[in-house]
């Protein structure tokens, strides 16, 4: 018969290897497919030890030997077992082989290994590289999951089951687990459950989302110091999603820039009840780039969605609802929002002498996605009051020059008959692409002036005497005629002449009464009117002429 024994020093250095760092398999020196020994563990089966070997010869006898794993060396072993049968393989030469194992403390042991094959070849001391955890396990049993399949009505889910105890010293007794904390995990959720003394545990949780796997597992616990705690095989989950539904009181808006437009609608959930309101979820407006606004239905699933224009495109989609909630799908609605472009628009007015008026100005746009229009024009209106009643004087075309943002294109026109006494702007028309703007009101206004009785106070005149005219200054506001403390030119044309010559100017009293002395040289004719120098507020008067002898 053949023989192989491990010699002390090698079976020492074997057994202060770390356990878990692959220990080559023992097998018989100088032979060809002796007994090779592959692992001995517990497999978490309390008080049982599982052999794996293999031999050409099928295995004949194996013992297994316990020492406690922080023992020193040459201390007893603490037991052993030879109480073998073959758990699994076709014949003796290979497989797994079982037995009980009865020792009389818990704890981890080394286990080495006898094996003997039916050729005699033997191994003796092969050290297994696991250890024996010779410890109570904990398992939990009877786990189960209600509703099984979640939906929008029963979201609730409660985990439970029972946690059993069993010593390896008597393993066919178990006992129930108390004072155990279970973990639980569902997708994103985490939750526990302590175990009362029955063994017995509950847990709930809502999902969050729609498929997941529902571990539960126990802890390490102080009542049970080193107890193996073995996995248990989640359980496949899923919710079931109710179908959606939404109004939304308009489906496109048109908006100029920067102003904030409204969506109005209701949303619903099918149930096994119906359809009902569906409170608290999102809608959305969003187009394929990113999400432009945002609300929430409230308790009976009304919302109100606030749509600013400078979020969406121009297509989008309003949505209820998120792809990934557990309880119910989402719903779309299409949605289409057009803008008009902020524009800016200047104005520069006035009003000559002669009643003229003369106007210049500039429109301008910001956004780069704007565009002007194939003829822009601009309107230019007058009102009494400058709040209503806005009447259109001419349209004014606006030539472009630049055609890009932020640059100025201007406009020009001169009225010869406008009104004298208005409030003027000028009004943008825009297009559907650029909104419109309107300048703020100027009030333009020059009123009519005349002279009533102009005469000279004595004719004929002395040569070189001093004489003065007579006659009253006035001007028009509204209907009625106002005294003028503003006096007009004196012109004179001598006899025989065809063209008047400035003097100078007349000054006129508090009751538009002309002030002002001239010399006598010569017979002629004298006239007054109000033709320069007016103020920006009076217009240009007909001349009135008186003819004075000088002798």
Same mark, same amino acid.
Do not use: C, M
């Given at each position: 018969m053949r023989r192989s024994t491990f010699l002390a020093a090698a079976t020492?250095?074997?057994?202060?290897?770390?356990?878990?760092?692959?220990?080559?398999?023992?097998? =018989?020196?100088?032979?060809?497919?002796?007994?090779?020994?592959?692992?001995?563990?517990?497999?978490?089966?309390?008080?049982l030890l599982?052999?794996? =070997?293999?031999?050409?010869s099928p295995l004949t006898r194996i013992t297994a030997h316990f020492s406690p794993l922080d023992a020193p060396e040459g201390t007893q072993e603490a037991g052993s077992t030879a109480d073998f049968t073959q758990y699994s393989g076709e014949d003796a030469r290979s497989g797994v082989w079982r037995a009980p194992v009865h020792l009389a403390e818990l704890g981890d042991y080394r286990v080495t290994v006898d094996l003997q094959d039916a050729s005699g070849a033997t191994v003796t001391g092969a050290l297994s590289p696991h250890t024996l955890h010779y410890q109570t396990v904990i398992r939990l049993t009877g786990v189960t999951a209600t509703p099984n399949v979640p939906d929008y009505l029963h979201q609730v889910v409660s985990v439970g089951g029972t946690a059993v105890a069993r010593d390896p010293r008597d393993p066919d007794v178990p006992v129930p687990a108390g004072g155990v904390i279970v973990d639980v995990d569902a997708g994103h959720i985490h939750t526990t459950a302590t175990t009362a003394e029955d063994g017995r545990f509950t847990a709930t949780f809502v999902p969050t989302m729609t498929i997941f796997q529902l571990w539960a597992s126990p802890e390490a616990s102080s009542r049970y110091p080193g107890a193996i705690r073995p996995p248990v095989s989640p359980q496949s989950m899923h919710t079931a999603q109710a179908p959606v539904r939404f109004t939304a009181g308009t489906h496109s808006l048109n908006l100029q820039q920067g102003a904030t437009g409204t969506v109005t609608g209701h949303a619903e959930i099918q149930t096994t009840s119906g359809w009902q309101p569906l409170p608290h979820t999102t809608i959305t407006l969003q187009d394929p780039a990113h999400v432009a606004d945002t609300t929430t239905t409230d308790s009976q699933g009304n919302y109100t969605l606030h749509v600013s224009s400078d979020g969406a495109a121009p297509n989008g989609e309003l949505i209820a609802g998120t792809g990934d909630m557990p309880f119910q799908q989402y719903a779309t609605e299409p949605f289409s929002l057009h803008v008009a472009y902020?524009?800016?628009?200047?104005?520069?007015?006035?009003?000559?002498?002669?009643?003229?008026?003369?106007?210049?100005?500039?429109?301008?746009?910001?956004?780069?996605?704007?565009?002007? &229009?194939?003829?822009?024009?601009?309107?230019?209106?007058?009102?009494?009051?400058? !709040?209503?009643?806005?009447?259109?004087?001419?349209?004014? &075309?606006? &030539?472009?020059?630049?055609? !890009?943002?932020?640059?100025?294109e201007t406009f020009t026109r001169t009225l010869t008959k406008p009104d004298t006494d208005a409030y003027w702007r000028a009004r943008f028309n825009g297009n559907p692409d650029l909104g419109t703007s309107t300048t703020k009101p100027v009030h333009l206004y020059r009123y009519a002036t005349r002279i009533t009785g102009f005469h000279a106070t004595s004719d004929p005149v002395r040569k070189g005497q001093p004489f003065r005219f007579a006659g009253t200054a006035q001007y028009k506001k509204g209907t009625t005629w106002k005294p003028l403390q503003e006096g007009p030119t004196l012109y004179f044309k001598p006899r025989g002449s065809t063209t008047y010559h400035y003097v100078c100017e007349l000054g006129s009293d508090h009751n538009g009464h002309l002030t002002g002395w001239v010399t006598a040289k010569q017979d002629g004719t004298w006239a007054v009117a109000y033709s320069r120098q007016t103020g920006d507020h009076y217009l240009t008067s007909t001349k009135v002429t008186d003819y004075v002898d000088v002798h």
């Open positions: 020492a250095t074997a057994l202060s290897a770390p356990l878990f760092t692959g220990t080559a398999p023992a097998h =018989a020196d100088g032979t060809n497919g002796g007994p090779v020994l592959s692992d001995a563990d517990g497999w978490y089966e309390p008080g599982y052999v794996t =070997a293999h031999s050409d902020t524009t800016h628009i200047g104005l520069s007015a006035s009003l000559d002498d002669d009643g003229v008026l003369r106007t210049h100005g500039y429109v301008s746009y910001e956004d780069t996605r704007a565009h002007w &229009p194939a003829h822009p024009t601009v309107t230019l209106q007058y009102s009494k009051d400058g !709040k209503s009643g806005w009447k259109d004087a001419a349209t004014v &075309p606006v &030539p472009i020059h630049h055609n !890009k943002p932020l640059f100025d």
